[in-house]
């Protein structure tokens, strides 16, 4: 009597199989905390330019090419926007 061919495949261990998709798992919420992280940094960053351009004087947005208008529609963006 023979093995059917089906049969033949590699046995692989359930705890094989756990172990591979928990590191795989941690590996995603990292890439995923990163993600954010990024986020909330680049966030914080438009935050305190912002606050510059808000403090800079006439002469001075004169001098980086920057109109009232430009700065008042930048300031006028919510924290996370492009």
């Known amino acids: 009597m023979s093995v059917p061919a089906s049969a033949k495949q590699q046995i692989v261990s ?4 756990d172990r591979k998709l928990m590191s795989s798992s941690r590996a995603s919420i990292k ?7 990024v ?3 680049l966030w ?4 305190k330019g912002r606050r510059v351009l808000r403090q ?3 002469e001075q947005l ?3 090419g ?3 208008s430009d700065v008042a ?5 919510s924290f996370f926007w492009d």
């Open 39 to 41: 986020a909330l940094e």
């Open 44 to 47: 914080h960053e438009k935050r």
């Open 73 to 77: 529609r930048e300031i006028g963006k």
């Open 62 to 64: 004169n001098d980086i």
């Open 56 to 58: 800079l004087s006439p």
């Open 14 to 17: 359930i705890v094989a199989i």
């Open 31 to 37: 890439v995923r905390l990163r993600r954010m992280w």
């Open 66 to 68: 920057l109109s009232q």
